[in-house]
T-cell receptor, first 111, second 112 residues
Framework: GQNIDQPTEMTATEGAIVQINCTYQ??????LFWYQQHAGEAPTFLSY????GLEEKGRFSSFLSRSKGYSYLLLKELQMKDSASYLC????????????FGTGTQLKVEL | DAGVIQSPRHEVTEMGQEVTLRCKPI?????LFWYRQTMMRGLELLIY????????DSGMPEDRFSAKMPNASFSTLKIQPSEPRDSAVYFC??????????FGPGTRLLVL
């Protein structure tokens, strides 16, 4: 089975940096996705990590440690529009399509 | 390019009625997924198709739920009879082989 843990809520200040953690215990693992979901909208893809290390994409970076079952999403230069839920999801061995999602971290960016 | 299209966007129905949700995946994608999202349980995979064939329906709650994909550009999720506990947002997503999934806008279902 799959067990994915994320903090339920986080609050940060505009312009700051925030790190959202995700830990997982799975019977098999290929890679980890991060999605962003604004209230009332669909999840949108942010990043995908298969190998250990940091992947940087503009203001957003994602890190993976396969041996530790751990990932984080790093958001820099926070903007008000970054207030959203951030979902991590794991994909099974061999890649494959069946993602298992965490319950999401609700990020609130304040002035 | 058009993304994943879902209809209706909102549905209010009474308990016992049949509900049909529709999805048109992104052209060229060969995998289609149906998810349900609630506050209590988060985003759950109900069923997914590869090349129009159902691969894994282990997330379908019970026999009241059924899904079909008659061709590469159309899928339906049907609930019959509907119950208040089925109230949720239902998302359809599509992908090409094992790549990133792209979500539709969702159908907000309320069963009274």
């Amino acid at each position: 089975g799959q067990n994915i843990d994320q903090p339920t809520e986080m609050t940060a200040t505009e312009g700051a940096i925030v790190q959202i953690n995700c830990t997982y215990q799975t019977s098999g693992f290929n890679g980890l996705f991060w999605y962003q979901q604004h209230a009332g909208e669909a999840p949108t893809f942010l990043s995908y990590n298969v190998l250990d290390g940091l992947e940087e994409k503009g203001r957003f970076s994602s890190f993976l440690s396969r041996s530790k079952g751990y990932s984080y999403l790093l958001l820099k230069e926070l903007q008000m529009k970054d207030s959203a839920s951030y979902l991590c999801a794991v994909s099974p061995p061999g890649g494959g399509n069946k993602l298992t999602f965490g319950t999401g971290t609700q990020l609130k960016v304040e002035l | 390019d058009a993304g994943v299209i879902q209809s209706p966007r909102h549905e209010v129905t009474e308990m016992g009625q049949e509900v049909t949700l529709r999805c048109k995946p992104i052209s060229g994608h060969n995998s289609l997924f149906w998810y349900r999202q609630t506050m209590m349980r988060g985003l759950e995979l109900l069923i997914y198709f590869n090349n129009n064939v159902p691969i894994d329906d282990s997330g379908m709650p019970e026999d009241r739920f059924s899904a079909k994909m008659p061709n590469a550009s159309f899928s339906t999720l049907k609930i019959q009879p509907s119950e208040p506990r089925d109230s949720a947002v239902y998302f359809c997503a599509s992908s090409f082989t094992q790549e990133t999934q792209y979500f539709g806008p969702g159908t907000r279902l309320l069963v009274l």
